[in-house]
């Protein structure tokens, strides 16, 4: 779908899913990494936990359908080269500290002189300029200055964040809807631009909200083991089955209450409750709740008798019992049973890479959307270091294979 | 000019990972048509934070966030004569979301099949937990649902403990990147070919994408990961820390050896670095419990903001974990312009999100508030689709307008 155009991928462990996203739509994209490859490619978990620059997973998730080329930004000889290329790409993906590509002449305006059609996008922790710009950041740093840190985990223990690192994640989202919105008025005016995206508030959206609640003088939710508190009303999400754990959306409303008056329906069937409590006005149940007309005691009791009958079936029970009763219960499903999912299969969502130089082949996350005209094809595997050099030097750039050995000599490449 | 000023989204999304995909095009100039019923309102206006804490379909600052910039058209597509202004609209635009249950567009007539007759080179997008097929197409719900079942929940949480899970509806804060891009990336590709395309997004497999590695770890290692609580298999110490305080804490994050270094220099413990318990990343990561102790005891006799300062002035990441008031009095975010102060016709003055990127040329734009449902009904027919006032007068008389 993107095939006219190429993608430059300076990026750092910072950046990586924001190429891989034009890649998959079939983007020509060349990562650059420095002679001797990404220092991100030394990220666990490793391929038989066997640290090497090419065993990576965290390099494997996020850089396919990339070609790799190595390229010592720190010479002359080496930025010549990247002007070159710069003067046939769409997209210039960086995520440096802010101020490190301008001190080494590869900023925007630097490059943007040698392609005006340029789009340079930048993927920093708190964005190119103001007060904390500078800060040192991680990926947990930055869930907490976003807001998202304090509203995860158990209320009796600290804050926790998902174990697969995100905040970065989020921010390659908004990097790549920033890059193909400047495409599309490039697109129009001949002019490129530069994309400036903040992990830190690329991830407010994962608040979904509850960042506004002081400005709104509203309740602000709260961690709660395996829930939320808001205001007074522990909501409870994660809820123990038999054979381990499924999440309950029991609220209340015009909408989420009809969920529960079936879910109450369904209880009364399997003599858990008493008609009077069947039928209760689930619709209003949180305003009766919040005036006080309907004891907080009685609602936890409520949860007590769900709780309990979750308790007793098993997750595949309760999801089937789900779909034919369209109930909000959903299993929490371990990776393994991810990679097992049924629904996946039939979709065939995963998609099968070759790694021929470890006589392997790995499942893939799949397509991460199906279109009917142009759809997502996975073309290569995650590059070696510098594999294609050669391809993109001398083919693509006209270099003879002696100026290329010099460069190699060189450490330029 | 705006980017996308010349793009035109009729929109059926609701809830949130549909709604988030059509914000992203509407700050950058794209006009979206909202269509929602006053006899079934989204309901994300039933969910806050709410301004003063006050319930009300218009007060809720989520749908005013993740609505601004559209426009809203109030129909009732079970009353004579909406079904034609639906049609018309696809003729109008270039791009139709929905985000409803597969079935629900196909019931209505309204799915691409039906629509592309009328607009041949129509982008559609579909957006939905699980995709238009499968076994579980029909499994619907929220994105708290779809967070579990894609693994999420289980891998947010203490290892001695239940799953905590993460806040909210989780893929809903991925989905919409992913829809956003697609519709992007179609829209390229009609302009160069004059051919449209329908685009099915099941949220769940957009979403797995953000757990690439441990995917890979249980298919090639068959490793099953699970929540580690904030332990990071490449970094030692890695954590969140008591401060001074009611719910107060200290994210202390050390990628380095050098802010390691700096960490211990810092808590006048430069004696941990030649501790043979800590001196090397795998001796910090083995001693985890006994590390995070003294650090611990470190952050607790002072107040979050002071830690981080300390420590960010040594070089080392780490941050106060901020509540709502922390984030919306931060002045790096308020140097970007993250919120934004607005005037809503029924409630007021309010706050919402800005656009989360900077464009350098082209800015973002919020023009309008979230929309009261029907609030533009007027606009849209007149302006828009160029009905006269009878054929308004008569749409209003059959009740469609609502």
Known sequence: MLSPYRVLDLTTERGFLCGQILGDLGADVIKIEPPGGSPARLLAPFFEDQ?????SLYWWAYNRNKRSITLNLETDQGRELLYRLVAGARFLIESYDPGFLNERRLGYADLAAHNRELIHVSITPFGQAGPKAAYADSDLVILAMGGPLLLYGDEDRAPVRLSVPQAYLHACGDAAIGALVANHECNRSGTGQHVDVSAQQSVTLATQANNLAYRLQADESRRMAGGVKVGAMRVPLVWRAKDGFVTLVFLFGPQLGVFSQRLMNCLYEERRCDIATRDKDWISYGALLASGEEPMQEYERVVGVIAG?????????????ALERGLLIAPVATVGEVLASPQLEARQYWRVLEHPELGRAFPYPGPFARFSETPIIYRRRPPLVGEHNYEVYSRELGLSAEQIRDLAQREIV | MLPLEDVRVLDFMWALAGPGTTRALADYGATVVRIESANRVDGARTVGPFKNNQPAHDGSGLFGTYNAGKLGLGLDLSK???????????????VVCESFSPKAMRAWRLDYDSLRVIKPDLIMLSSCLMGQTGPLSGFTGFGTMAAAVSGFYNLCGWPDRAPSGPFGAYT??????FGAVAVLAALDYRKRTGKGQYIDQAQAESALHFLGPALLDCAANGRMSQGLGNDDPNYAPHGVYPALGNDCWVAIACLTEEHWRQLCSVMARDDLVSNKSFARLPDRQLNRGELDQIIGAWTGSRSAGAAELLLQGAGVPAAAVKDSRGVCQDEQLASRGYLIEIDHPACGKTVIEGSRFVLS?????????????????????????????ERIGELLTAGALQ
């Open chain 2, 80 to 94: 004579p004569g909406a079904r034609e202004v639906i049609l018309d609209l696809v003729r109008w635009a270039d």
């Open chain 1, 309 to 321: 009958f979750l308790a007793s079936r098993t997750k595949a029970d309760l999801f089937s019992l």
């Open chain 2, 361 to 389: 040329r082209t800015p973002a734009s919020i023009s309008r508030p979230a929309p009261i449902v029907g609030g533009d009904n007027q606009y849209v027919l007149q302006s828009i689709l160029g009905y006269d006032e």
């Open chain 1, 51 to 55: 640290a090497d620059p090419n065993r």
């Open chain 2, 172 to 177: 809903d804060y991925v989905a919409p990147r």
